[in-house]
Structures are given as structure tokens and as C-alpha cells.
């Protein structure tokens, strides 16, 4: 299996401050990836680091075939809902990769009343966007990443607020997308649905703690220690020392291998070494 | 009476600067109060208030100078402008300020140069010049500059209006699927910068804003989208025009054209915001029954 996105001892983080610490591993493509920690773990600081919004502090990011087709749901977005925009309009801003600037929207119109159609908004085409409740807005939006028609899709917290018949649509929508053998990544908190619906998951406490098999990662000691790890937070920590050389293991392992001993990515940085002593 | 009133509509405009003012007029209403709409869409609406005294020191330097020469008092000003938009964007794109803290930082600055500039040689009548503009005096250069930022601007606008109005919705989303939105946050900025420039020779560096925001503002009142907003801030801003001119004209006391207009736009805005159909105030006190859903 080809890899989507690969991370080598990835930092990320404001202010020179790590909100993800030395990450290393791959998203394979076609993969169903939960991401899951406590607030403040660095789940959004990830996906926001993975799709370019914000500089990579340490280490690097290999996008791979993906490149040009990542698809990125903010937790909050940005979006100026009093804009005058109605919702056929947000979602043909999904097509900018195939029209740009100048091209007429043309059979594109099509494909965005099918989206609108699957996310259950058909009848809202013409409505602006500043009347949908926060439900509405939520599939509109999913219903842009369908146009998107993007191979690698990140969603941060996108059932946030969301009513459960709502959140179960927007999960069929995901599978749908797993199943075409796209790679959705997906910060959340509800473990449950992670058990439920995710197949791989990655809990981050800034640190890695496991990445792998979601029944092998939500541990409650995996949890407890994910925990301790992410309330950790020094003004004036000093400059992190940590030696490139010494967990190069973390890079030559392939995916295979990651799934089968899913708690290699915390070794690899070492820090369960350093709470165990 | 219905003479009296025709000589005093179409009277004024068998003179040919009335003539020249009304035309200037006109290519202004077509190009700024489209930019106002985006300004006001985006709660920038200040901006251009802030912008219009960033081009002061510009135009005060040209002054100092050529004395009152049109050329150099523009290239000053749009140099002037575009610097401050510019830097202020760089900043806000580069450090934590908001566009609203860097943007006053750098006005205040230019406007506190352009005052000194000015005191250096003119008196205080050519302030006023500077400021308010002289809408009755515009020459075939004053006109052709006018004209041809009112053309570059409405071609810019067509050609850049997708992703500006994806820039003023979802900046992030236009971040993480294309380059475009910072050469074109910087574009609009600039387009702002050349109306207000352009506005400057009609109207002055105050007015030219008026121009530009009170138009947008109005059209709220009337239509509710882009495809509506764009076309009745023109039509505000081109009755306006008129009617500014003629009443300056007509009127017995001395009543300055440039402010004249503005005034004008003042009463559209104050009149739609009374009984436009889109939130107006007179239909607030009637309350409509309810619809079934």
C-alpha cells in the first residue's frame, strides 16, 4: 500500500513552543484515521501543519501523490456566514481546482446539486448561507469537499455542535469516501464513534503516545497517559536537544510494521522512556 | 414652472465644466462604489477612510513639489497609498496585527507627514484644495485619468472577481487551494488606492470616500446579494452625482459641489435606510405575520 502523506520527526508549534513534538509515521493512502487527544494535544496543530497553514517548525512533511489534492475542514471556520452567498455558490467554491478564476461553472452546476443532493440540502440551493442553522452549515460545507473530489481529506472536529442524526449522515459520507479509497484523517473526541467507525487511530498528547489498530490505541493507559502528557506546558522550556540520530528507527519501519506493533511511534521518540523514569 | 424647472435640470449643463464634472462623476460612480461593496462586505469600510489619508502626504509632496500640478499631485498620491496598503497588508500577513491596528498605524503616520508637508509651503487654502477637491475644475487630464482608472477598474474587478469574493467568504479555504489570495487581497487594495486617487482630483481626499462607501452602504437596503449590491450602489452613486451637481448649481447660498454630492449620497442613504424593502426601518415597525414555514 502506497503512503499518502509521510511525517519525519515532525514539530509543530507556535511561538517556538512544540504543539506536536517529534512525530514520525505514515497516513497510508485509503486510510480511515482518527485523531484523537485530549484539548490542546496538537490534533488541530497536525491537520493545520499537514494541509500548509501553518510552518513546520522541525522535520518535514512528504505529501507524496497528494499534493495538489488535500481537502481541509477547519474546526472553526472562517467563513463570513453574513456574506451575501447562497449555497450553490459555497459549494461550487469546491470546483476552484477545475475552473479557477475565469471558467464558467458550466456542468460543475450539476455536479454541485448532486453534493447538495447527498449531504440532504436539496431545496436550500438558493438559500444564502447566513439562514442555515449550525447542521446545515456543516453538510453545505461537506458538501464542498464532496466537489472537492479531493484524494486526501482532513476533517478537524467536524461533529462539534452537530445533532446525532446529522453527525450520522456525515459519517455514512465519510465511510462512502473510506470505501472509494480515499485517505480521511479526522480529529475527534467521541470515542465511541472512533471504536465505531475508525479503523486506525493516532492519539497525540503533543507527543505521539500510539498510533495504530484503534482497539490497540485506546487503551486506558494509552488514554491515562495521554492525559498526564498534554498539561505539560513550561514558559520557559528550553531549547528542545532532542538528537535526530538517535530514533532514525522511526523512519525505516514501513507501514506494515507500524500496524503491527502500533506503539512504536511513542517509542520512537522516547518519551515513554522518560515517563517511565 | 415645468420650464423653470427644466432650465434649472439641464440649465447648469450647457456650461462645459458642468459638463466635464458630471462625466467625471459619472466614470467614478461606475468604478468606486463596486469596491465599497466589497469594503463594507468585508467590515472594511473604515479602510478606505484610512486609505484616503494615507494618499495625503503623497499628494502633499507632489504640491511641495510643482505647486498645484495635477500630474505630480497624483503620482504622489498613488505612490503614497499603495505604499501604506501594501506595507499595512505585509504586516497583517506577517505578524499578529489585525489589518485594522496595522492599517491605522501607517495612516496615522502618513497623515501626521502630509499635514507637515503641506504646512511647509502652502497655506491654508491650498489645504483645502488638497482636501476637498475641485469637481469644477477638472481639465481633459483630470477627465482622462478619471476615465481610465474607472476602465482598469471595472476590467480588474470582472477578471478578479471570483477569487476576491472567495477571499472575502473563505479566506482559508482559498489558502489552502491556491496562491491567488494574496496578490489578490493586494490587487483590491491597490484598486481601492487609484479610485480614491482618482476621486481626490474630483472631490478631495475626504469626499472621494463618500463616493465610494456611501453608495455601497445604501444598496444594502435594496438587494441582498452580489448581482443586486453592485448595480444599485452604481445607480446611487450616478443619482447622486447629478443631483449633487445640480443643486450646487441651483442652489442660492454658495454650496460647494464636492460635498454637495456627497451630501446627496448622505439623503439616498438616510432615505433608503428609512424605507428600503432589505431591513429598512419603516418596515420594522410593521410587523408582517409569520409564514407557515
Known amino acids: 500500500m502506497s503512503e499518502a502523506i509521510r511525517l ?127 447542521g446545515q452549515f456543516q453538510r453545505a460545507l461537506f458538501a464542498r469537499l464532496i466537489v472537492q473530489d479531493a484524494r486526501v481529506i482532513l476533517l478537524d472536529e467536524p461533529f462539534t455542535g452537530i445533532d446525532a442524526r446529522t453527525v450520522g449522515d456525515l459519517i455514512a459520507l465519510i465511510r462512502g469516501w473510506h470505501a472509494q479509497g480515499r485517505t480521511v484523517v479526522a480529529a475527534l473526541h467521541d470515542f465511541a464513534q472512533v471504536r465505531a467507525h475508525f479503523p486506525m487511530t493516532l492519539l497525540l498528547a503533543r507527543e505521539p503516545i500510539a498510533w495504530g489498530p484503534t482497539a490497540a490505541v485506546l487503551t486506558p493507559e494509552n488514554l491515562e497517559r495521554a492525559r498526564q502528557l498534554s498539561e505539560a506546558w513550561d514558559e520557559t522550556a528550553a531549547i528542545c536537544r532532542h538528537d535526530h540520530d538517535v530514533h532514525d528507527h522511526g523512519q525505516d519501519h514501513d507501514h506494515a510494521a507500524h500496524a503491527s506493533h502500533d506503539h512504536h511511534h511513542g517509542h520512537a521518540h522516547g518519551s515513554q522512556r522518560e515517563a517511565a523514569e | 414652472m415645468i420650464d423653470a424647472l427644466l432650465a434649472g435640470l439641464v440649465g447648469p449643463y450647457e456650461f462645459g465644466f458642468m459638463r466635464r464634472a458630471l462625466v467625471g462623476c459619472l466614470a467614478l460612480s461606475l468604478s468606486a462604489p463596486p469596491l465599497g461593496v466589497f469594503l463594507m462586505l468585508r467590515r472594511m469600510s473604515l479602510m478606505s477612510e484610512a486609505m484616503s489619508h494615507a494618499i495625503l502626504p503623497g499628494a502633499a509632496a507632489g504640491f511641495l513639489v510643482a505647486g498645484l500640478s495635477l500630474p505630480a499631485m497624483t503620482l504622489g498620491g498613488l505612490v503614497a497609498g499603495l505604499a501604506v496598503a501594501l506595507l499595512a497588508g505585509f504586516v497583517t500577513r506577517s505578524t499578529m496585527l489585525k489589518e485594522d491596528a496595522s492599517l491605522a498605524a501607517f495612516y496615522l503616520i502618513a497623515l501626521a507627514g502630509g499635514v507637515f508637508l503641506v504646512s511647509l509651503r502652502g497655506s491654508q487654502v491650498d489645504l483645502l484644495h488638497i482636501l476637498f477637491g475641485s469637481v469644477l475644475a477638472l481639465d481633459d487630464d483630470a477627465l482622462r485619468l478619471i476615465g481610465g482608472v474607472s476602465t482598469v477598474t471595472l476590467l480588474a474587478l470582472a477578471a478578479l472577481y471570483r477569487p476576491l469574493v472567495m477571499e472575502c467568504v473563505d479566506p482559508l479555504y482559498l489558502r489552502t487551494v491556491s496562491r491567488t489570495g494574496g496578490p489578490v487581497h493586494y490587487a483590491f487594495l491597490a484598486l481601492v488606492v487609484m479610485n480614491l486617487v482618482a476621486g481626490f482630483q474630483a472631490l478631495g481626499t475626504l469626499l472621494a470616500v463618500g463616493l465610494m462607501l456611501l453608495p455601497a452602504i445604501t444598496a444594502r437596503f435594496w438587494a441582498s446579494d452580489l448581482s443586486g449590491l453592485i448595480p444599485v450602489s452604481m445607480l446611487v452613486s450616478v443619482l447622486a452625482s447629478a443631483i449633487g451637481l445640480t443643486v450646487s448649481y441651483n442652489a442660492e447660498i454658495r454650496l460647494p459641489t464636492g460635498p454637495a454630492i456627497v451630501l446627496a449620497a448622505g439623503v439616498l442613504y438616510i432615505v433608503s435606510m428609512l424605507i428600503g424593502p432589505r431591513g429598512g426601518l419603516l418596515r420594522r415597525l410593521v410587523r408582517q405575520r409569520h409564514l407557515e414555514a
Open chain 1, 8 to 134: 519525519h520527526c515532525l514539530t509543530l508549534g507556535y511561538d517556538r513552543h512544540p504543539a506536536v513534538h517529534h512525530l514520525d509515521g505514515a497516513i497510508a493512502e485509503g486510510d480511515l484515521l482518527a485523531l484523537v487527544g485530549p484539548n490542546g494535544a496538537g490534533k488541530s496543530t497536525l491537520l493545520k501543519g499537514l494541509v500548509g497553514e501553518i510552518p513546520v517548525l522541525d522535520g518535514r512533511i512528504e505529501r507524496g501523490p497528494a499534493k495538489a489534492g488535500i481537502a481541509y475542514l477547519p474546526q472553526a471556520a472562517e467563513i463570513d456566514r453574513g456574506f451575501p452567498l447562497s449555497v450553490l455558490d459555497l459549494v461550487a467554491m469546491g470546483l476552484w481546482r477545475r475552473l479557477g478564476a475565469w471558467r464558467s461553472l458550466g456542468r460543475g452546476r450539476a455536479a454541485c446539486e448532486a453534493a447538495i443532493a447527498a449531504v440532504g440540502l436539496s431545496g436550500f440551493e438558493a438559500r444564502p448561507i447566513g439562514t442555515l442553522s449550525g
